[in-house]
């Protein structure tokens, strides 16, 4: 959808949670459905937009340089409305797992500069003694192999389908009648696993990286990792949106002097002090943030008296 706006057709802003991305698209969805006589063409760019929007690290990349996300990305994109509405319905759906969640710190600075992380965490590796089996396994006779139970209720039209997970097989198919000497049955054995990722410049505190099969191994295919980064204030520096924050101690003489010194991370920086200012307002300096110049710097004064 080149040359489109993704937040005006989802009526949004750059500011909005994804609560109520999700809400507006939700809406919007359902209003414009070819299937209640919408556009097939304006529902496609909607469900174009929040699939970029309603993933936080497509939106970031979406904000930051304003092309489409999606040619960083491997395999295509998913249906939103089917993840939305889909479970409305019944049918039989990719099996998929949980995803592995941890999360990093990362200093002001490091958002600044970007930084390469290797991370060691424990995940649960497919047992190699049985491969991933269990043991010796039968086919589970309550749901005949399938992983799952139908359930039908009410007569006549009134008729409701639901679809659960076998509570003899957990949802596997197979039952374990002879467990596996080294994983006692599990399937599974704890290990200690590390990943490298390249964090760039700018990220901010809330945004996440996926890892493909990264994570535990669960009911014979294994999940995604999901690196959450957590933004810590450091060394007296601040990060507000694109904008890098600086609180500078001083003394009263230092106040005198035409300029002062601070610390960026790029470099030491000399910062000219107007002769007149307000130490409760920040001192701005443009293009000195993060967004390689979209955000600013801006400095707060804090003055130290000596009553010696």
Known sequence: MS???YYEVLGVNKSSTQEEIKKAYRKMAIEHHPDKGGSEDKFKKITEAYEVLGDENKK????NKGNNPFEHFNGGGHNPFEDM?????????KKTVPDKI????LSVVESYLGAEKTISYLRNFKCDGCN????????CSSCGGEGFTIIRTGTGLFVQIVRQICQQCKGVGQIV?????????????PKMDQVNIQIPHGVDDGNFFRMEEKGDYIQGMYGNLVIKIKIISENNFEKHGNDLIYN????????????????????QMLIKLPQEFDTSKPLRIKSKGFQNGSGD????LFVKFDRT
């Not at 009648?177 to 054995?189: A, V």
């Not at 003489?253 to 790029?266: A, E, F, G, T, V």
């Open 102 to 105: 941890i999360e990093i710190s």
């Open 297 to 300: 710097l801006y400095v707060k």
């Open 132 to 139: 991933g089996s269990g043991g010796d396994r039968t086919m």
């Open 85 to 93: 509405f889909g479970n409305m319905f019944y049918n039989k759906r």
């Open 177 to 189: 009648h002879k467990k596996c000497f080294k994983c006692n049955g599990l399937s599974i054995i």
């Open 3 to 5: 040359g489109a706006d």
């Open 248 to 267: 500078a101690f001083l003394n009263y003489n230092q106040l005198k002097d035409d300029s002062i010194s601070i610390p960026h991370p790029s470099g």
């Open 60 to 63: 970031l990349s979406y904000d």
